[in-house]
């Protein structure tokens, strides 16, 4: 079980440049989620798919965020004209169907923004 | 709206010492409650949940329990270790929908010191 991938491990942009993150589930799990750690907000949800399907986007900003889960197998978050403020890190987790609230975390997508 | 409460920013202790790490919460319905744990430069990983067959939940010493009168979920230890040392997180997610969101508090950092 190689657990949840993530990559690339370090990203910078320059403001106004478009990124991209990815994210691979742990094989089996039908619950993905993004989430947005800083230091001064913490862990904040963006945003959740089912069966590859959109549940939950309530925490994505409405402008300049999106994901999308193409199959199974990833899922990716797209930040375009990036902007200093989206700088933290994202973390994808997933879950099995059942237990969506025990998420098992990948490494995590450090943003910086310059 | 829901939300989650971490009084404690930094806890400092020694080791052996009692742990005790605050967590309060708002919520509309009943909402099962969590604690991730976060070691430095790893993925946060589940701890402890507050639905365990009516028994209280343990993991690796720590240990908490749901009161639904005073809203809270603190995190208990009786003797902590070096290795405890972490950042903490509680956690919220609805009862209702099972709509697989966690909010997520600010988080404690615990430093554990010889």
């Known amino acids: 079980n190689a657990g949840v991938i993530q990559t690339p491990r370090h990203k910078v942009t320059g403001k106004g440049q478009e990124a991209t993150l990815w994210c691979e589930p742990i094989?089996?799990?039908?619950?993905v989620f993004w989430y947005r750690q800083t230091i001064v907000q913490g862990l904040e949800f963006l945003t959740y798919?089912?069966?590859?399907?959109?549940?939950?986007d309530s925490g994505m900003p409405k402008e300049r965020f999106s994901a999308q889960m193409p199959n199974q197998s990833h899922s990716t978050l797209k930040i375009q004209s990036t902007q200093p403020q989206d700088s933290a890190v994202y973390l994808c987790?997933?879950?099995?169907?059942?237990?969506?609230?025990?998420?098992?975390f990948g490494p995590g997508t450090r943003l910086t923004v310059l | 709206g829901d939300s989650v409460t971490q009084t404690e920013g930094l806890v400092t202790l020694t080791e052996g010492l009692p742990v005790m790490l605050n967590c309060t919460y708002q919520?509309?319905?009943?909402?099962?409650l969590f604690w991730y744990v976060q070691h430095l430069n790893e993925a946060p990983k589940l701890l402890l949940k507050?639905?365990?067959?009516?028994k209280r939940p343990e993991h690796q010493g720590f240990h908490a329990t749901l009161h639904k009168s005073s809203s809270s979920f603190h995190l208990q230890k009786s003797s902590a270790q070096l290795s405890d040392s972490a950042l903490y997180y509680c956690?919220?997610?609805?009862?209702?929908?099972?709509?697989?969101?966690?909010?997520f508090g600010l988080g404690t950092t615990l430093q554990v010191q010889p």
């Open positions: 094989s089996g799990h039908s619950a």
């Open positions: 987790a997933s879950s099995l169907g059942d237990r969506v609230y025990e998420q098992y």
């Open positions: 798919f089912r069966n590859q399907a959109p549940i939950d």
């Open positions: 956690a919220l997610g609805s009862a209702t929908g099972n709509t697989g969101k966690l909010i």
């Open positions: 919520s509309t319905y009943s909402p099962f």
């Open positions: 507050s639905f365990t067959d009516n």
